[in-house]
């Protein structure tokens, strides 16, 4: 088995941090307080998962590089994978609702469903169901 890390972290710019994190909260999603202020929310996705949704000045200063305009072109995918059917459709439809929008229209295969939303900056989630029981996947 190859190189296994601790933690995962993901940096997001975001244009406003604190409606990004009500927008995450009314998804269902909690925040790590200690490492949440005014410029940067530590979105908790599971134990091991983590996304910065950090003030867009502040990203600038870590990265060094222009800031991609989410909702004129992509640079990533963030893929969470759910345990029903049904809670990918609750999630987009939570996002929706919570002022996202939903991106492309559900996909329906045979091992996997999803369905995929933007959120308040225009990055992209996908939200899928594998049936496990059928995957080939380790």
């Not at 990004?20 to 998804?27: D, G, I, N, W």
């Not at 950090?54 to 870590?62: P, V």
């Not at 369905?115 to 496990?132: K, P, R």
Request: aromatic letters at 10%.
């Amino acid at each position: 088995m190859g190189r296994q890390t601790k933690h995962m972290y993901i940096n997001l710019p975001v244009k406003h941090v604190n409606e990004s994190r009500v927008f995450f909260e009314q998804l269902g999603f909690e925040f790590h307080q200690q490492y949440t202020n005014d410029q940067a929310a530590c979105l908790v996705i599971n134990d091991t998962f983590t996304v910065m949704l950090l003030a867009q000045k502040h990203f600038q200063s870590i990265s060094e590089k222009q800031i991609v305009d989410a909702r004129q072109a992509s640079e990533m995918i963030l893929s969470l994978q759910v345990d029903t059917r049904e809670e990918v459709d609750e999630l987009v439809e939570k996002a929706t609702a919570a002022g996202g929008s939903p991106f492309k229209e559900k996909q329906d295969h045979e091992l996997m469903y999803g369905w995929s939303f933007q959120d308040l900056d225009g990055h992209l989630w996908e939200v899928f169901y594998m049936d496990e029981s059928r995957s080939v996947l380790p």
